[in-house]
């Protein structure tokens, strides 16, 4: 029962229907919502049955929906006749969802039946009627065009699922040449009856100027079409802008300070990193490279030995960074450990903050391209003096580009914000591991001091240095000596600056973090209160939802019952008036008024059937009783015919013999004569 339900909701939901019910709504609808609902439905597969119940009596309802599903051939259940009919009265759902079931799983179908049915299902009409000769004529023209419609019908069904044959488009083909044949020699014909004409050349003119004119005028037309077109396309562009001006006056509307704020100090930091540290670094990394390539362009060519020369001192420098990784390696200290992970995570957020800072370049790339693609197309469509218009293909192909480009700026600007809060989150992450390293450096100069080994750690970041070197040269061969120590002066510098630039910077941090510290608490039992209140108001909400529910269910019913109610004291009324009517007519003195009367004329219909009843049992009677004597008539009569018969035969039989003694006579007296 829940799948028949179901599907019954899912086919009423859909076109053409769109009822938009649940299977809640739809389980509890009223008797009369539900009977409304399957006319609905009858409607949709029968026009005719367009109308409101609550307009139409009970008893015409029934018989009107009974009389289209029997010839849509639903079958109620066996032996259930009586309780499916009363079922169809009172609306009940066991009666009523079975019959939806059925109709919605067969829509088309039932449409094509019922369609047919307006033309295919026969009058029935009593054979008494028939043995008069214009109504059986009539009815027997009416089978014949129903026969006709028959045949017409599969005709145009054969014809929609049959396509063109090639041999039929071929006697097409030939068919044309033929009258292009027949119609040149027209041409011709016509020609040589012209020329005999006087002032056939002016003649001749004349008509090339109105066809002239007529090419003109067509031409003309279509010119006034197209601009019609541009002036449509124009209208709805002028309307997109002036909803686009709308949808960023709203947007500048919605914006508040804190928000505004936010965004361009994020874009601001973005900025700031970009001018401050990568830019920097691609370009001196652009001039290292130009400086390399000027001195390797400004030395001379090198031989075979100073090739073997460098690669000895590549080698050596590779022995030393190998012995010095093993040495580091020996010691295996605990707090250097603890300095690796430290610093392997800052060059993961470093390389990260310079990939994401790439994808920012190129998003922003994109754009500039974009805007001057726009320039330029908004240009092309000026024009020089305006008159240039976008072809429509061009408009919708640039609007399927646009809205593409909008959804893939709009992922872009999503993940751009994701990266700019991972980047919030990473530079967090930053800071706390510089306080951590600038701790445990503090630690270690301390513990260095106790155990007199003062700068063994600044020697152990020059071995990292001298490492990091190393996987340089691993990637660039050709890099000096000279180079690797520039690097790491550089680096250094760049660690000092970093350090002296984050420093107050930290300090602030610390004052906010404790304010934060000292804000939290109080901000958690807000939130408790926030959360209790709001939840007691949804609560109370959702109450008042159920009762406004309730009471509008409870309205809606008590209204349909109200002019369920009014109908049937309007039909009352009527019925009260015609049977006063009915009254006082037979009440009434004047005869006239009482031959008005229904009843009177009932009577007079009956007396009249009954003299007519009684004429023709006194007929009936008056030929049982001469039934004997008219059959012994008849039998009087039958021998008398067959009587005469013999009489007839055997005249025939005596006129032949006569015939035939004569004939031999004749031929006896030739006979006698030769």
């Known amino acids: 029962m829940s799948e028949q339900l179901k599907l019954i909701v899912e086919q009423l939901n859909k076109e053409p229907f769109k009822k938009h019910f649940s299977l809640i709504s739809f389980d509890s609808l009223e008797p009369e919502q539900l009977l409304q609902t399957l006319n609905d439905v009858l409607a949709e597969i029968d ?3 367009a109308v409101d119940i609550l307009e139409e009596m009970p008893e015409h309802t029934v018989k009107r929906m009974a009389s289209l599903l029997s010839m849509l051939k639903y079958t109620p259940p066996a032996n259930q006749v009586s309780s499916f009919m009363q079922g169809l009265v009172t609306g009940s759902k066991p009666v009523i969802h079975p019959i939806l079931h059925w109709l919605l799983q067969r829509v088309p179908e039932l449409k094509k039946r019922a369609y047919l049915a307006r033309f295919l299902v026969k009058v029935e009409i009593p054979a008494e009627f028939l043995q008069d000769d214009v109504i059986n004529d009539t009815f027997r023209q009416y089978e014949e065009l129903v026969e006709g419609f ?9 014809l929609r699922n049959s396509g063109f044959s090639t041999a039929e488009i ?15 020699k027209r041409v011709e014909r016509l020609k040589k009856r012209v020329e005999t004409l006087p002032n056939h050349q002016r003649m001749l003119e004349q008509a090339r100027q109105l066809r002239v004119e007529k090419e003109r005028e067509e031409e003309l037309a279509h010119q006034k079409q ?3 077109n541009q002036l449509f396309q124009t209208e709805q562009k002028l309307q997109r802008l002036q909803q686009q001006l709308k949808d960023l006056r709203q947007a500048a509307a919605d914006v508040n300070p804190e928000s505004l704020m936010k965004r361009l100090e994020e874009e601001t930091k973005t900025n700031a990193y970009m001018v401050r540290e990568k830019l920097p670094k691609e370009l001196e990394s652009m001039r290292r490279s130009v400086q390399y390539l000027q001195r390797v362009a400004s030395e001379p060519a090198m031989g075979q030995a100073d090739v073997q020369e460098l690669e000895d001192k590549i080698k050596e420098v590779d022995s030393q960074i190998n012995q010095l990784i093993e040495k580091r390696m020996m010691r295996n200290d605990p707090m250097d450990d603890k300095l690796t ?17 790439e994808e920012l370049q190129e998003a922003r790339e994109e754009l500039a ?8 197309r908004s240009s092309q469509a000026q024009g020089a003096d305006g008159d240039e218009v976008i072809p429509v293909d061009e408009v919708k192909r640039l609007v399927v580009n646009l809205r593409s480009k909008g959804t893939v700026y709009k992922k872009k600007r999503q993940l751009i914000a994701e990266l700019k809060a991972e980047y919030g989150v990473l530079q967090r992450t930053e800071e706390l591991l510089k306080q951590r390293h600038e701790t445990v450096q ?14 063994y750690s600044n020697t152990q970041e020059e071995l990292e240095r001298v490492s990091a070197i190393k996987s340089e040269l691993d990637e660039k061969k050709g890099r ?14 760049m660690i000092v600056e970093k350090k002296s630039a984050l420093a107050p910077i930290i300090k602030e941090l610390r004052t906010l973090r404790q304010r934060c510290q000292e804000i939290t608490p109080e901000y958690e039992e807000k939130k408790a209160q926030y959360e209790s209140c709001a939840a007691g108001l949804e609560s109370n909400r959702s109450k008042l939802e159920q009762e406004v529910k309730t009471l509008r269910e409870e309205i809606a019913q008590m209204e349909n019952q109200y002019h369920h109610i009014n109908s049937m004291s309007e039909i009352s009324e009527k019925l009260l008036q015609r049977a006063a009517e009915e009254t006082k007519a037979y009440v009434s003195s004047d005869p006239q008024e009482r031959k008005k009367a229904i009843r009177e004329v009932y009577m007079k219909n009956i007396a009249e059937q009954e003299a007519i009843g009684k004429e023709l049992r006194e007929k009936q009677k008056t030929l049982r009783e001469g039934h004997g004597g008219k059959m012994e008539q008849m039998e009087l009569w039958r021998d008398l015919e067959q009587l005469m018969e013999c009489k007839r035969k055997c005249f025939i039989k005596a006129q032949s013999q006569a015939s035939i003694g004569q004939v031999i006579q004749e031929e006896g007296k030739d006979r006698l004569v030769l």
């Open 341 to 357: 992970l430290y610093r392997q995570q800052a060059s993961i957020i470093s390389r990260k903050k310079e990939a994401k800072a």
């Open 226 to 228: 197209e601009q019609k």
């Open 150 to 158: 028959k045949t017409y019908h599969k005709e145009c069904e054969q």
């Open 442 to 455: 503090h630690k270690l100069q301390t513990a260095e001091a106790q155990k007199g080994i003062s700068g």
């Open 480 to 493: 000096t000596l000279d180079d690797m120590s520039g690097m790491v002066k550089k680096l250094n510098s």
């Open 369 to 376: 391209a974009a805007e001057r693609q726009l320039r330029q």
């Open 47 to 49: 026009p005719k049955q």
């Open 170 to 184: 071929r006697r097409d083909i030939s068919a044309m040449e033929e009258e292009k044949d027949q119609l040149i």
